[in-house]
C-alpha cells in the first residue's frame, strides 16, 4: 500500500466522474492530483454503468490508505416541453406562443408542456425560460389546458428542451420515481451523500431524508430562487449545501449569483453545514489546458470566502483535460491559502458558538492553536459531529480525526482541512493521547516536539459526549515505542 500524505490545503476538491474519467487508473490519477471527493451524476448513464465507479473509488483506500468519499447527484424534477412536427421552430420576439396539454406535436404557434403541475401555479406575469434561458416567455394569461405567453426573447426552439419557471414555487416533488429508484440504488452501493436538485422549501428533504434512514448524508443543492427567501430553514434540514450555479444562473440575472454565492457559503458556515461551490469553474478547461485568469479568480474567491469543497463538473467528467483540471484546483487552493491574508479573509463571517460544552470548547481549541503555536487539532468522534464543529472555526492548523466509523471518515471528505483515518476506538485517556501522537507522526500531521490541541468526549463510545481539550508535546520515541501497531 502506498499511502497518500494529507493534502497540503484545507479547501478540499470535488470531481465529477464521466465519459472522460471513467476507468480505474484515470480515477486513481485524478485521487492523486488533488480530487478529495468523486460526484457521480445519476442523470446520464443507467445504474448498471455506476456499478465500476463505485468499486474503483472504493478500491482506492486499499491502494492509497486513505477512505473515499463518493457523492451520488439526483437528477430531480426536470421540465421540458414536448416535441415538435419538424423538429424545430422558430419563436420571434412579439408573437404569441401557447403551452397546452396537447400532446399533438407541435409548430411555431404551440406546443405541449407535460407538466400539469405549472400551470396550476403559475401566474399572469411569470417568466417562462427556455432553453437554459436562451428564450423568454413572458405569461398573458392562463388556465388548467393553456398557457398563452408573449415572447420577449425569440430564437430556435427544439424538441423536449428544458424550462424553468423562474418566477413562482412549483407544487413538485423534489423526488421523481427515477429519483427514488436512484437513491435506493445509491444507498444499497453505499455512497457516503446524497445530493438533491431542484430543493426549493425545506418540506422537499423530508421524503429523501427518509429514504436514506441514515445510510448516507443529505446535501440540498441550492438551483432555485424560491430556495434563498427560506435558506435558514434549508440549511437547518440538510447534512452540506450546494451552491449550483448553473440553474441558478438562468433563473436569475448573472449579476446576481455572486452575492447569493456568498450569502449561502455564509450561511452554511455558521450554521456548521460544509458547503460546496459548484458549475463553470474551470469551463474553459474542457478544451484547453489551462484556464483564464477569470475562472482562476473565481476559484480564489470560493476559497477565500471560505468554503469547504470546489467542484468541476464537466471539466472532469468529459472534458479533454480532466487531470490536469484537478491538479489546477489543487494548485489554486494551495496558492490562496498561503497567501498570509487568507486566514484573516476567511473570518470574515462571525461564528458564534451554540451554548454547548462542544462549541465552546471546538471555538476554544482554534483559540488556543494561536496561542502556543500548535501543529494541529486531533478529534476523536463517532459521529463526525465534533470534527465538523471544529471545522466551522476555520483553525489555522490541519484537522486530524480519528474514529472507529469507516462511514463517519468516507462523510469527511468534504469538511474543510479534515483529514479523517479509520482507526480502532481507544479505551481510556491514556491510550487517546498515545493514539494521537502515534496517529500525527504516522501521518505527517505534526512532528517530534510539536505541540498539538486533542478533543474528544468522555465516557468514551458515547456519541455527543465531547468534553475534554486537552494540549500534548508529541516526544521523538512516540513511533518506536508504538511504531508497529495497526491503525485498524
Known amino acids: 500500500m502506498n499511502t497518500l500524505p494529507p493534502r497540503s490545503r484545507k479547501v478540499r476538491v470535488l470531481a465529477t466522474l464521466g465519459p472522460a474519467s471513467s476507468d480505474p487508473e484515470t480515477i486513481a490519477t485524478l485521487f492523486q492530483a488533488g480530487a478529495d471527493a468523486f460526484r457521480i451524476n445519476m442523470s446520464h448513464g443507467d ?35 414536448g416535441k415538435f412536427a419538424d423538429g424545430k421552430v422558430m419563436l420571434e420576439t412579439g408573437s404569441t406562443f401557447v403551452l397546452d396539454r396537447d400532446p399533438t406535436p407541435g409548430d411555431a404557434t404551440r406546443v405541449e408542456l407535460p407538466h400539469k403541475e405549472i400551470f396550476a401555479a403559475i401566474e399572469p406575469g411569470a417568466r417562462l425560460l427556455l432553453d437554459d434561458g436562451k428564450l423568454v416567455l413572458r405569461v398573458a394569461f392562463h388556465d388548467e389546458t393553456k398557457i398563452t405567453t408573449l415572447v420577449e426573447v425569440g430564437g430556435a426552439l427544439s424538441n423536449n428542451k428544458g424550462l424553468n ?54 446535501l440540498a443543492k441550492i438551483e432555485k430562487p424560491q430556495a434563498i427567501d427560506r435558506l435558514e430553514e434549508i440549511v437547518e434540514q440538510c447534512d452540506g449545501v450546494m451552491v449550483a450555479r448553473g440553474d441558478l444562473g438562468v433563473e436569475l440575472p448573472p449579476q446576481a449569483v455572486p452575492p447569493l454565492q456568498k450569502r449561502i457559503v455564509e450561511v452554511s458556515r455558521r450554521m456548521g453545514r460544509p458547503v460546496v461551490v459548484a458549475t463553470q469553474m474551470l469551463e474553459s478547461m474542457i478544451q484547453s489546458p489551462s484556464p483564464t485568469r477569470a475562472e482562476v479568480s473565481d476559484v480564489a474567491t470560493a476559497i477565500y470566502d471560505g468554503a469547504d469543497a470546489i467542484m468541476l463538473s464537466a471539466e472532469s467528467a468529459a472534458g479533454a483535460w480532466p487531470v490536469e483540471s484537478v491538479a489546477m484546483m489543487n494548485a489554486i487552493g494551495v496558492s490562496v491559502e498561503n497567501d498570509p491574508g487568507h486566514g484573516e479573509r476567511i473570518h470574515f463571517t462571525a461564528m458564534t458558538p451554540d451554548p454547548t460544552t462542544a462549541d465552546a470548547l471546538a471555538e476554544a481549541a482554534a483559540r488556543i492553536t494561536n496561542t502556543v503555536s500548535s501543529k494541529a487539532i486531533i478529534c476523536f468522534t463517532s459521529s463526525g459531529s465534533t470534527a465538523r464543529r471544529v471545522a466551522r472555526e476555520r483553525p489555522s492548523v490541519p484537522i486530524l480525526v480519528l474514529t472507529p466509523q469507516l462511514e463517519t471518515a468516507r462523510r469527511l471528505g468534504l469538511l474543510w482541512g479534515c483529514h479523517a483515518v479509520h482507526t480502532r476506538d481507544v479505551e481510556s485517556f491514556e491510550e487517546m493521547v498515545a493514539k494521537s501522537k502515534r496517529m ?31 494540549v500534548t508535546r508529541i516526544m521523538g520515541d512516540e513511533l518506536v515505542n508504538y511504531g508497529d501497531r495497526s491503525e485498524a
Open 47 to 81: 445504474q448498471q454503468s455506476k456499478i465500476p465507479l463505485i468499486k474503483a473509488i472504493r478500491g482506492l483506500e486499499e491502494r492509497f490508505g486513505r477512505p473515499t468519499t463518493i457523492l451520488a447527484d439526483l437528477q430531480g424534477p426536470k421540465l421540458r416541453v
Open 440 to 470: 500525527a507522526l504516522r501521518h505527517g500531521i505534526a512532528e517530534a516536539g510539536n505541540q498539538v490541541v486533542l478533543m474528544a468526549g468522555v465516557p468514551f463510545r458515547t456519541p455527543g459526549s465531547t468534553n475534554v481539550l486537552h
Open 165 to 218: 419557471v423562474p418566477d413562482v414555487v412549483l407544487p413538485m416533488a423534489a423526488l421523481t420515481e427515477k429519483d427514488r429508484s436512484d437513491l435506493a440504488f445509491a444507498v444499497e452501493q453505499g455512497v457516503d451523500w446524497i445530493a438533491l436538485s431542484f430543493v426549493q422549501r425545506p418540506e422537499d428533504l423530508m421524503e429523501a431524508r427518509g429514504l436514506i434512514k441514515g445510510r448516507a448524508a443529505l
